[in-house]
C-alpha cells in the first residue's frame, strides 16, 4: 500500500489546467476550478490555465505548446472524454504521447466503478507522457476531477509517495534535454 515518507521533502510540480468545453467560460469552470483548488492546496503550483472548445486543433495547440514550456511539468485536462461527437478530447492529445500510461485509464476506471458503477465505461480518461511532460485527461465532471486528483494523481505527483511515484523518473524522461535532476530525487 503506499505511503507518504516524511523524510523527503515536497517537490512542488508546475501544472497546467486545460478545460475542453463549448459551453463553459471559466466563471463557471467548476471542473478546472476542482482540479486547480486540488492542485494548489497539494502545493504545486500552476502554471497555466485555460478553456479551449472541442476543436482537435484548438486542443492539440494548447497541449503542443504546454509540452515545449520548460515550466510545464504537468497537464491535466478535463472534458471532452466521452462519446458524443463533440468528445474529442482523446483524438486530439492521444497522437502526442511519446508513450501512452494505460494504467492511469485502469486506476481511474476502478475508481470511478467504486463511486457510479457500470457507467465508468463512458469515459475514455487517458494519459501519457510526451516531451518528458505528464499529460492527464479526465472527464468533465467536478467528480471525476476530485476522483481522479485524489485517488491517484495526489500520490503519483508527490514525491513522497512510496512505494514510487511519478516526480521520481522526471529526471530520467529527459534527463539529456531540459529538466535538471529534482533535488532530492534517488533516480
Known sequence: MASIDETKQFIPLNIAVLTVSDTRALAEDKSGQTLVDRLTAAGHRLAAREIVTDDVEAIRDVVRRWIADAGVDVVITTGGTGFTGRDVTPEAIEPLFEKRMDGFSIAFHMLSHAKIGTSTIQSRATAGVAGATYIFCLPGSPGACRDGWD???????????????????????DEHLRRPKAQGATA
Open 151 to 173: 485517488g491517484i494523481l495526489a500520490a503519483q505527483l508527490d514525491y513522497r509517495t512510496r512505494p514510487c511515484n511519478f516526480v521520481e523518473i522526471m529526471p530520467r524522461l
